[in-house]
């Protein structure tokens, strides 16, 4: 069993379309993330939620729109794609202090 | 703003040879990870390192943590191919928020 699934692993897409990746986790964790990865490797977090409350919200565009039905799931949505948007996208998950478990991460592409 | 400074950015060595990896930050934290990153792969996770002077082996890695000086270290032993990879230290600056590393991106030559 995958611990976390994100769905779909690569994502092509036209500028200014709008798209959504999906993330679960079966670990039973609280808390769990989205977090980009650049061209360059970078790692930069972009949201979480705690049990389905929106804890974390960095300098990310309002283009970008968690979702959280429940504290399995957090999805994200994606308004009015730009090239700049291309990237590697990460969800997670945590419980307490062990840091993250990671999903296998969606490829954006935007064109 | 918290800073986490990864040192080497790129590291190329040949198999056999030791070498170290070094990881400063700039605020008070506790908490510090150690992950691997296979080319377009996910991230997983190698060592959590939870108090002042914590250190962990594994295999031909071993990471410590020294609070006081803000730095953590992976060391690497006798280096092998398997062990080619992206390295990322992290560092929890409150609960549940965790900074990364730039990456150490590691290729180690047979």
């Known amino acids: 069993d995958t611990a976390v699934s994100q769905t779909p692993k690569y994502l092509v897409t036209q500028m200014g379309n709008d798209k959504s990746i999906k993330c679960e986790q079966n670990l039973g964790h609280d808390t769990m993330y989205w977090y980009k990865q650049d061209s360059k490797k970078f790692l930069k977090i972009m949201f979480s939620?705690?049990?389905?409350?929106?804890?974390i919200n960095e300098t990310v565009p309002n283009r970008f729109s968690p979702k959280s039905p429940d504290k399995a799931h957090l999805n994200l949505h994606i308004n009015s794609l730009e090239l700049g948007d291309s990237a590697v996208y990460f969800c997670a998950s945590s419980q307490g202090r062990w840091g993250y478990t990671f999903g296998s991460g969606t490829r954006l592409t935007v064109v | 703003e918290l800073k986490v400074e990864q040192n080497p950015l790129f590291l190329s060595m040949q198999e056999g040879k030791n070498y170290t990896i070094y990881c400063n930050y700039s605020t008070t934290s506790d908490r510090l990870y150690w992950y691997r990153q296979d080319p377009g792969k996910s991230l997983e996770s190698l060592f959590v390192l939870l108090s002042n002077g914590a250190v962990k082996q594994e295999g031909r890695l071993m990471a410590s943590l020294d609070t006081k000086a803000r730095l953590s270290t992976l060391h690497i032993t006798a280096a092998v191919h398997d062990l080619s990879a992206t390295y990322f230290c992290a560092v929890d600056i409150r609960d549940d928020k965790i900074i990364f590393g730039k990456g150490t991106r590691l290729h180690i030559l047979p």
């Open positions: 939620y705690n049990n389905k409350e929106l804890i």
